[in-house]
Nanobody, 127 residues
């Protein structure tokens, strides 16, 4: 399984960015997907997850109401729309996929539930 994240960049506080993660190597539509982030000097933290069919989503409290996760199973891609960005959102953002498909309602929320990781894309929010 290969995951390729893109879309990071430099944005002013209050601005928006959309991250993309293209997946290959297996049937994308069978698996949940997630986004994590890691700020300098901090541990990697969970951001959001989405079920295999896109009907269910979950967010960390820190991004709820500002970020939206979505997926296009025809393009094997998961997205993270980030609005009202804050300087504390500055981090390297990683997309991730679990090894197993789990139930259709599966939204894994911990790093240990994910086995495949993209290379990360840097988001910098200036104040």
């Amino acid at each position: 399984v290969q995951l390729q994240a893109s879309g990071g960049g430099l944005v002013q506080a209050g601005g928006s960015l959309r991250l993309s993660c293209a997946a290959s190597g297996r049937t994308f539509s069978r698996y949940s997907m997630g986004w994590f982030r890691q700020a300098p000097g901090k541990e990697r933290e969970y951001v959001s997850a989405i079920t295999s069919n896109g009907a269910g989503t979950h967010y960390a409290n820190s991004v709820k109401g500002r970020f939206t996760i979505s997926r296009d199973n025809t393009k094997n891609t998961v997205y993270l729309q980030m609005n009202s960005l804050k300087p504390e959102d500055t981090a390297v953002y990683y997309c991730a996929a679990p090894r197993g498909s789990g139930s259709p309602l599966y939204t894994p929320k911990t790093a240990r539930e994910y086995d495949y990781w993209g290379q990360g894309t840097l988001v910098t929010v200036s104040s």
